[in-house]
């Protein structure tokens, strides 16, 4: 069974006899079920009965029903009621806007809104360039969707995609005091899309596009930086690369090789493959494979996307045509961003001497990571019940937070390369070890660290 997690809590009101044991027959009938107690508070209680709430983890929502059940075998046990911990938190939502100037008297009213507002659009109508200066424009970015690759779950569409979109701006506003907002679009026609965000684009100051499938997010976000004068960033693609890279820059440095030297075994060339292979090729590393369903993409054979296309054209010098496990013989590197269980711990094992592996598929990875820590030196993935989670969260809220402070119109590649130094540069010689190469999301000093970097490389 998966571990338990925070993502399938629950909380379960009983009522129980008011015995010495009561509550700690409650833990352990939910104990054997393999779920994790978090918590066993008594609502009330009388002289012959308590009411108990019991809130556990789980591994998954058949999970939760076992909890339920067991509790109801005990004897004289009534379960009152359940309540999904998750759905309560997104009981109307996760965000709010609220106004940043106090409001109290008609003074107030006036300078806020008429008649003194129409002197400031007057001055915005004259120069739109006061637009960052003097509106919402300076700290706010767009979170665009179309629901059409959310999570691990596809095309769900926009409606269902809107409580991440709705986390996304959650964790901008926490982590880097950056006003973002949920844009999610009942279209999935891509000159639509473009039409749409240019026509929005007057409010924000930028536009994190997420969750579109590939390979119409490129598109997109080529055509959009094309035609538009505020960044353009796809955390899929961009985000996720520039946590990977800076993570295996500190793994590197743990297991002491360098990036020119060693053979890395890519698995997954959609948007996030696609990213990290470029972020790679711009950071020194000479031998990278990158793996699709059918095999390694190799130069010269003919690649209708021309995503895929360069990458065969720009990586696997060794012109390796095998299966994604024949490419893990003698690879000192394994990132996967692609799907679960494709790999096993004899893959692992025939890798090198000091192996490095990646499993970042969520929310099963690619292999094990219990099994694969058995012979590779470093393991990471993207669940947060293991260590060296990849998380990019990391990445885009001091990202954004550098591009606007520095006005920023457009994002390069320098970029990229300067926001993943600054989240490594978080791990000191001190602190690195196979468990920790990567800072907690909690730092509060790598979305500073983040911004000063993406800034000084945008006014440079």
Not at 9 to 21: D, E, G, M, N
Not at 165 to 175: I, T, W
Not at 430 to 446: K, M
Request: net charge negative.
């Amino acid at each position: 069974m998966v571990a338990p997690s925070p993502g399938y809590s629950i909380t379960i009101r009983v009522q129980a006899p008011a015995t010495f044991t009561a509550t700690s027959d409650l833990a352990a009938a939910v104990a054997q079920t393999g779920a994790q107690v978090t918590a066993l508070d008594v609502v009330n209680s009388s002289h012959d009965h308590m009411v108990i709430d019991v809130s556990a983890n789980a591994a998954n929502t058949d999970h939760l029903d076992e909890i339920k059940a067991a509790l109801e075998k005990l004897d004289d046990v009534e379960v009152q009621k359940v309540s999904d911990r998750t759905f309560l938190m997104h009981l109307g939502g996760k965000i709010s806007i609220e106004p940043k100037v106090p409001l109290r008297n008609r003074d107030d009213l006036s300078r806020a809104y008429t008649p003194g507002v129409a002197r400031v659009c007057q001055a915005i109508a004259e120069n739109k360039d006061d637009a960052r200066r003097l509106t919402v424009k300076r700290n706010t970015v767009a979170v665009v969707t179309d629901g059409s690759a959310v999570l691990g779950l596809g095309n769900i569409g926009p409606e269902a995609a809107l409580p991440v979109m709705e986390g996304k701006a959650a964790l901008f506003k926490q982590f880097a005091d950056v006003d973002a907002w949920p844009v999610c679009l009942d279209t999935q026609d891509t000159e639509e899309i473009i039409s749409i965000v240019k026509a929005l684009a007057p409010v924000y100051g930028g536009v994190n596009l997420e969750d579109i499938a590939a390979p119409r997010c490129f598109e997109i976000e080529d055509r959009l930086r094309e035609e538009l004068d505020i960044p353009i960033f796809h955390d899929d693609q961009h985000g996720t690369a520039i946590v990977t890279v800076a993570a295996l820059q500190n793994a590197l440095r743990v297991v002491n090789k360098n990036i020119e030297d060693v053979r890395i075994v890519v698995s997954g060339v959609g948007a996030a493959g696609h990213a990290i292979i470029q972020l790679l090729v711009a950071s020194g590393a000479k031998n990278i494979i990158p793996v699709a369903r059918g095999g390694a993409l190799v130069r010269g054979e003919k690649y209708d996307d021309p995503h895929r296309a360069w990458l065969a054209e720009n990586t696997n010098p060794e012109a390796f045509s095998g299966s994604l496990k024949e490419a893990m013989v003698g690879s000192d590197v394994f990132i996967g961003v692609s799907a679960p269980n494709v790999l096993d711990e004899a893959d692992i094992e025939s890798m090198n001497d000091g192996a490095i592996v990646f499993a970042m598929a969520n929310p099963v990875p690619e292999v094990d990571p219990i099994a694969a820590a058995k012979h590779a030196a470093v393991v990471a993935t993207g669940r947060s019940d293991f260590p060296n989670q990849i998380n990019n969260v990391l990445a885009f809220p001091g990202f954004f937070r550098g591009l606007l402070d520095a006005s920023a119109s457009d994002i390069t590649q320098e970029m990229l390369l300067a926001a993943a130094e600054a989240i490594a540069s978080r791990v000191s010689e001190e602190q690195l070890n196979p468990g920790f190469i990567i800072p907690s999301v909690f730092d509060p000093t790598v979305a500073e660290a983040v911004a000063t970097a993406v800034a000084d490389v945008a006014q440079r």
